[in-house]
């Protein structure tokens, strides 16, 4: 047997999504229409959020780098997906899925931690207005997000380097459309055991705790909305956070079917990929911001300022010169 830090395989193939024949094209138009989606509306709330100074909050400045994450987090697996499905070439160096495999999971890692960030900041806003500021002031707020950048690279690297070490001898084809940690690990000739036992640990404790905190922020701020006799707030409120609770109960479902499941690796969890990878972060620009009246306005501004450059550049002022002597 080769030396554990070696690989016998130069490159993989990625068998891709369980498609059936026939349907390719039908299949590429959806998801290059899903991540044009992802694109365009995610860098429209930050680009919002970057020239309306009404929204330079600390919940919109968190929602920017959840943006930012759910774009990166779908480049990293939709492209080569889409090139896979239109030019039937589905090999991947050995390289190009090692650090597929670490930014995917850094980029996940990111939005685990802005998420459970969002769901404090909201918690803090609704039980705790009049300390709102004080609380969530501007040194704390970028602790947090440098904070859950630093330490959704580090669990990137733990996995990536524990994976690095292992042996992949004979069989180099992979039943996913990218390099997860769950199939590669299925692929190994070596012993597994620890990288099982750090996922288990490491990235339970992670999942459980952010989870833990979007769990807790939003039962608590359900029993304090409970207590307003409002019939219209408690619908608005309810709303609201019912369609947080929805993508975060779609991303954590999913997420934990496929990574902390014990069943043997099928199409079921290439499914559930897709929802967290593909769907999710298509709809957090509609779920947290699209519906917000604030960046409404700041859109509707956004376009009044472009039609008036737009006129100004068609009808130029016209310049009088004065003819008197």
């Not at 299949?27 to 509306?41: D, I, N, P, R, S």
Request: aromatic fraction near 12%.
């Amino acid at each position: 047997m080769r030396p554990e830090n070696q690989s016998s395989v130069s490159q993989f193939l990625l068998l891709g999504l369980p498609i059936p024949p026939g349907e390719q094209g039908v299949f590429f138009a959806l998801f290059l229409g899903m991540y044009l989606t992802t694109l365009l509306g995610n860098l429209l709330i930050i680009l919002l959020i970057r020239l309306d100074s009404r929204l330079h909050t600390p919940m919109y400045f968190f929602l920017s780098h959840l943006a930012f994450s759910d774009i990166s987090l779908s480049s990293v697996t939709v492209p080569k997906m889409l090139r896979n499905m239109q030019t039937w070439q589905q090999s991947i160096s050995y390289g190009g899925c090692i650090s597929q495999l670490y930014f995917f999971i850094h980029f996940a890692g990111v939005d685990n931690f802005i998420l459970a960030v969002m769901a404090y900041d909201r918690y803090v806003a609704i039980c705790h207005p009049l300390y709102y500021t004080t609380i969530m002031r501007e040194g704390l707020c970028a602790l947090l997000v440098a904070g859950s950048w630093i330490v959704a690279c580090v669990h990137a690297l733990i996995h990536t380097l524990l994976l690095v070490r292992l042996s992949f001898c004979a069989d180099n084809t992979i039943t996913h459309f990218f390099c997860d940690l769950t199939a590669l690990l299925k692929l190994s000739c070596s012993d597994t055991s620890l990288n099982e036992l750090v996922i288990f640990t490491e990235g339970g404790m992670i999942f459980f705790l952010c989870f833990g905190v979007i769990s807790c922020s939003y039962i608590r701020i359900g029993t304090i909305i409970l207590r307003v006799p409002s019939t219209k707030r408690l619908y608005k409120a309810f709303s609201t956070c019912g369609s947080h609770l929805f993508v975060v109960s779609l991303y954590y479902g999913t997420l934990a079917s496929v990574y902390f499941s014990s069943t043997s690796w099928g199409s079921k969890d290439i499914i559930a990929s897709v929802m967290y990878t593909v769907v999710t972060p298509m709809l957090n620009p509609f779920i947290y911001s699209l519906r917000n009246r604030d960046i409404k306005q700041a859109l509707e501004m956004c376009v009044n300022r472009v039609k008036f450059f737009k006129q100004q550049s068609l009808n130029p002022p016209v310049v009088v010169r004065s003819t008197v002597r």
